[in-house]
C-alpha cells in the first residue's frame, strides 16, 4: 500500500525529472509532502505560483524532456495560468499538478451548473486550464491516478507537445492505494508519417526553384532531428531563415545561415524571404510576426509546410501550396535518403549563385556585431559584446521588449548554446524564473540572461528564489527608463503621446542589496568587457544593471 | 465620429467610475491611449496586471459601484485570471476591457478549432475566462461596442454580482464609429422578489423557534439593505453572526452581533450554531469554512437561505428546510412591514432568554481583545491594539494566512470602518493591491493593512506602485518567519514535517528603502502604540514590520 501523493512523487521522478516547482499550500499539502518525502525528488519553491510553470518550461526545453509544477487549490492555480499559456503556445511539455479540496466539496462534485466555488479556496480550475492544455482532469478515484497520468504525460510529449494538468483532491492526495490494482494508459498509436507522394512533391519544387529557402522552426529540435537537418544543408546548400525558437539551432556562422527572420528579424532576412520562388517550412508555425499580415512571400513562391499539428496546415491567412502533416525525423529521414539516391548535384547547381547572392549581404544587412564605441550604451552592441564573449557553458535567457528584439537580432550562436525565451507571447517579466528553469536543469551551465527595467519588475519577486538557492545566472538589466518598445509605439502612433511608458525604473542597486544579490553596474561602453569578465568568473547569482540609451531604435522590418 | 477607444474611455466615466486600473502594451494601445486622453479619467498603472483586478474589486466594494481593469493581449489577459477568479468567488463586479491583436489574426476569427495562437501575443482569453466570469465576449465589429460593454456592465452589476470581460481588437479599438448608430443593450427586467408565502413561511418558523441565528454574509450589504437589516433587528433582537466578508456590517459592540463565524471563529459563534433551533441566512453563500464539512449546525434546527443566486439554493451539502430566491433589499422589506403588523412582541418575549444566554458568554469566549503584555508579540494583541487605535477614517485590509484569520478574529468595527480582504478564496499576496484599490477609491481615508511576511512577498513589485503615487496605505508586515499557517498545518498532519515554510523572510527594511516606502519596526509589544500612532499621524506610504511569535497558534474551532 502506498499514499497517493507518494506515488505521484515516485511517478514523477521515473519520468527522469529531478526537481518540482512548487509552492506549498493547505490545498496541497499531500502533494508537498510526498515531494519533501522522496528520496530523490528535490523542490525548487517559488515565490508566486506564475514562475513555476515558466520555470517548468525551461527546464524542460534544456533536458528534452518535461517540467513538472506543483501547486495549492484556488489562487495557487490560477496564478500559474500564465505560465501555462505560455507552454501552450510555445509547445513546451509541462505538466502541473494542482492540490484541490476534498471531493465532496468540489463545484465539479457538486454537479451544480455555474456554482462559483464550495470548498475552501476552492475553484474549478479545469474549466479555466481546459482551452489551454493539451489534456486536463480532476482524479476523484484514488485509483484512476496513474492512469490519468500517463495519459497526461503521453499528451504533454507526443506531437506537438504542450501543457497538461491533473488535479488531485485532499482526500485522493492522502488515500492509501494498492498499486498493484492501478490501471495503465495505453496510447493509440498515431503514424503522423511523410509519404512518398510527399517526398516526391517536395522533389519536384526543389527542382523547379532557382531561389529556395528553408524556415526552420523549434520542431526541428523538439522532434530530435537537428542532425537530420544538417545532412539536408549539407547536401543541398539552401539558404536558412529559423523562426525566434528556432534561432539556436544553427550558429550564424554555418554558410547557409541568415538568422531569424520576421518583423523584428534582419534587412537580409526579409530581403531573402521576399525573393525566394520556394519556401519549405520544417517544424515553424510561421507566426504572423515572422510572415507579416499581409504576408510578405513573394505571391509568385511556392509554400510547402511540414507540422506535426494538423491544425497549423489549415490555416487561411496563408497559401499553402502543399502541406505535409507528419513528424519531423520521419520527414526528414525520408526526404534526406531520397535526396541521396538522386542526382542532387543537379538541384544545387543551380542554388549556387542563390547562395552567394544570399551570402554577399550577410555581412552589411545583418544587424549582428554592431559597433558603437560611444555612450550611452547601445543596446545592440552591448548583446553583440555579451555574444562575442560568452563561450559553450553559456546559456543565454532574454526577457520581452527591447531585450527580446535585440537577442533576437544580435546572438550569433556560434558556440552552439541555447537561448530561452517567451516565444509567441513575449511576456514581460519570464526571464528570472526562465534562468532558474536552466539553472536547475544545468547545474554546470552559466546562465546570461538579458532583460528590461520594466520586464524585471513583473516578477522581482524571484529575485529572492534566486539568491536563496544561489543559481549561477547573471541577470542584465538593461536600464533604458521604462517600456522602450511601448514608447516606441506610441511615437510612431500618436505622436509621442506617452502613457505608462515613462515611469522611473526601479533603484536596482538597493533591491539586489534587499534581496541579497551581488550587484554590478555598467554604466559605459568602455566597461563592458571588463565587468562581464568578472561576473563571468564566479559562480552564483548577480544582476548587473546596464546605462542603455532610453532613446534606442529597434530595427524594424515591416 | 468618435474612436472606438475613447468610446470606451467616456463609457467607463459615464459609469461613475474615475479610475481605470491598467498596464500598458502593444495589444492595448488605442485603448491606453484613449484613457488617457481622457479629459476627466485618470490612470493607475500597475507593475503586474495580477493585480489590476484585485485593486478594482477593492475599488467597487467601497463605492459600490464597478471597478474597471485595461490590459493589453496574451500575457495581459492571464496575468489577469487570479484577480478575475477572486472577484467571480467574492461577487465584486468588475469590468475588464483587454486589447486584442487585429480580427484577421485572431485564433477566434479563423474558426480553426485548437489551434494555440496566431497574431503576436495572441491567445483567445475568452475562452480561459468563460467560466469564470458572467459576462465574456470578444468585439469584431465596431459597432458592437455599446451593446456589449453595456451588457457586460449589467451582468456585473445585477443579481450576484461579479467579473465580466471584454476583448477589443486593435482595428476595432482604433476605427472611427458614429455614436449614433450604436444598438444598446435592452435587459429582460428578472423580477427575483420575496413573495407572501415566503414571508409567511418565514413568520412561521420565527414563532417556533426559541433559539433563532441570523447569519448574514455581504449580500446584506450590496442589495444596499444595512438599515432594513437594523431594523429587523430592532424589531426582533435576534443573534447574529457573520460570513468573512459579512463581518462589517455590523459592530462588534452592537447587542445582538456576535461577530464573524466558522472554522477561524469564536468558540462562542460555534457554540451559538450549535445551539440554534433556526437559522436565518441573508446575502451569505454559507461557505464550506463558515458552516463546517460536516455542517455544524444542530441537525434538529431549521435552515432558510435567501440568496439572490438561484445556483447556491440547490446545494445538496447542507439540508435548507426553505429556500427563498429574492432580491435582499426585497425581502427585509417585505419581512419588515409583516412583523410591523403582527404582534412581534410575542415572538421576541421568547428570545430575551436566548439573547442573554448568548450575551452572557461574549466577552469570555471571544477572541477580541486579547491583551498579552509581554514578547514576543502575540497576533491578536497586535491586531487588537490596531482595532483600538483606529478611527472612523481607517480601512482594514487584510492579507492571507495568519493575517486573515486574526483580523476575522480581533477586529470589532466598532466605528464603522470597512474591511477589504480575500474571502473565499484567502489568497495570499493581495494586501498591497486591495489597500491601492481602496485608496483610490476614498481618497481621504487612511488604510491599515494586515500582512504577512510570506504574503507580501507574493506582489511586492506593487511596493512601487504604492510609493509611486504614495498612497496612504500603512502596510504592517507580521514577520513570524515564513508560511505559518502552512507551518500550523504541517504540525498538525506530518509531526512537523516541515516543507517550504521556514524559509527566512525578507529584509523589510532593505525592502522598504529600494521600493522608497518609509520604514518603521515594531519589536516589542510595548512599542505597538507608540509606532502606531506615528504612522497614523501622517498621510502616505508606511511599510510597519511586526516582530511576533512564530510559534503562534491560530484558534480553530472545527
Redesign the interface.
Known amino acids: 500500500m502506498i499514499r497517493v501523493s507518494d506515488y505521484i512523487a515516485d511517478f514523477i521522478y521515473k519520468l527522469g525529472v529531478s526537481h518540482v516547482f ?5 490545498g496541497s ?2 502533494l ?2 510526498g ?3 522522496h528520496p530523490h525528488l528535490k ?1 525548487i ?1 517559488v ?2 505560483e ?1 514562475t513555476a510553470p515558466m520555470m517548468a518550461e525551461a527546464y524542460s526545453r534544456l533536458n528534452g524532456n518535461i517540467g513538472v509544477v506543483c501547486v495549492t487549490t ?2 495557487g492555480g ?2 500559474a ?2 505560465g501555462v ?2 507552454a ?2 510555445d ?1 513546451a511539455p509541462v505538466l502541473v499538478i494542482s492540490g484541490q ?2 471531493n ?2 468540489t463545484t465539479s462534485y ?1 454537479f ?13 480550475i479545469i ?6 492544455t493539451k489534456y486536463s482532469y480532476i482524479v476523484f478515484d484514488p485509483y484512476d491516478i496513474r492512469y490519468h497520468l500517463e495519459k497526461a504525460v503521453y499528451y504533454a510529449k507526443s506531437g506537438r507537445p ?1 501543457p497538461v494538468w491533473i488535479d488531485v483532491p485532499l482526500d485522493v492526495q492522502a488515500a492509501m492505494i494498492d498499486e498493484t490494482f492501478l490501471k495503465g494508459f495505453v496510447p493509440e498509436l498515431l503514424d503522423i508519417k511523410t509519404t512518398d507522394r510527399d517526398i516526391d512533391k517536395i522533389i519536384e519544387f526543389l527542382y523547379n526553384s532557382k531561389k529556395p529557402l528553408v524556415v526552420i522552426g523549434q520542431g526541428v529540435r523538439q522532434s530530435g532531428s537537428i542532425d537530420d537537418f544538417k545532412k539536408f544543408l549539407d547536401y543541398l546548400q539552401i539558404p536558412v531563415i529559423s523562426s525566434r525558437l528556432g534561432q539556436d539551432i544553427l550558429s550564424f556562422d554555418h554558410l547557409c545561415n541568415f538568422g531569424h527572420g520576421g ?1 523584428k528579424g534582419s534587412e537580409l532576412t526579409k530581403k531573402i524571404m521576399q525573393e525566394a520562388d520556394f519556401i519549405l517550412s520544417i517544424g515553424s ?1 510561421l ?3 515572422f510572415i507579416g ?1 499581409p504576408v510578405i512571400f513573394s505571391k509568385k513562391s511556392k509554400l510547402v509546410v511540414v507540422n506535426i ?1 494538423v ?2 496546415l ?4 496563408i497559401n499553402i501550396d502543399y502541406h505535409i502533416h507528419s513528424d519531423i525525423k520521419d520527414f526528414l529521414l525520408k526526404l534526406n535518403n531520397k535526396i541521396e539516391i538522386i542526382d542532387h548535384s543537379i538541384i544545387n547547381e543551380s542554388y549556387k549563385e542563390w547562395l552567394i547572392y544570399c551570402t554577399s549581404q550577410k555581412k552589411e544587412k545583418s544587424l549582428v556585431n554592431v559597433e558603437k564605441l560611444s555612450d550611452p550604451i547601445d543596446l545592440y552592441h552591448f548583446v553583440s559584446r555579451l555574444d562575442v564573449l560568452s563561450s559553450e557553458r553559456n546559456i543565454f535567457v532574454s526577457d520581452a521588449g527591447s531585450s527580446y528584439y535585440v537577442c533576437g537580432q544580435s546572438l550569433s550562436f556560434s558556440k552552439g548554446q541555447r537561448e530561452i525565451t ?1 516565444g ?6 519570464l526571464s528570472i524564473a526562465l534562468s532558474i528553469g536552466c539553472c536547475v536543469a544545468d547545474p554546470e551551465a552559466q546562465v546570461l540572461t538579458v532583460t528590461g527595467d520594466g520586464s524585471v ?5 524571484e529575485l ?1 528564489t534566486l539568491s ?1 538557492y544561489n543559481f549561477n545566472a547573471k541577470i542584465f538589466v538593461i536600464n533604458n527608463g521604462g ?1 522602450l ?2 514608447r516606441n ?2 511615437d510612431k ?2 505622436d509621442g ?1 506617452y ?3 515613462t ?1 522611473s525604473p ?2 536596482f542597486k ?2 539586489a ?4 544579490v551581488p550587484y554590478f553596474f555598467i554604466d559605459s561602453y568602455k566597461n563592458i568587457d571588463l565587468v562581464v569578465k568578472e561576473v563571468m568568473r564566479f559562480d552564483g547569482c548577480a544582476l548587473i544593471e546596464v546605462l542603455c540609451d532610453n532613446k534606442q531604435k529597434i530595427h524594424t522590418q515591416y
Chains 1, 2 share one sequence.
Not at 451544480?112 to 474549478?124: D, V
Not at 474549466?127 to 489551454?132: P, Y
Not at 489549415?314 to 491567412?317: K, M, N, S, V
Open positions: 512548487m509552492l506549498s499550500g493547505g499539502i499531500y508537498d509532502d515531494i519533501a518525502c523542490e519553491c515565490i508566486n506564475a484556488g489562487p490560477t496564478n495560468v500564465t499559456a505560455e501552450w503556445v509547445s479540496v476534498e465532496k466539496n457538486s451544480i451548473k455555474n456554482i462559483r466555488t464550495l470548498g475552501c479556496q476552492e475553484l474549478n474549466d479555466v486550464v481546459k482551452s489551454i504542450g518583423f508555425r507566426s504572423v510576426p499580415s499539428d491544425v497549423e489549415l490555416r487561411r491567412d517567451s509567441a507571447f513575449a511576456s514581460m517579466g519588475e513583473v516578477n522581482i519577486q529572492k536563496y517600456y518598445s511601448i509605439t506610441q502612433l500618436f503621446r502613457i505608462n511608458s515611469e526601479l533603484n538597493k533591491i542589496d534587499a534581496f541579497n
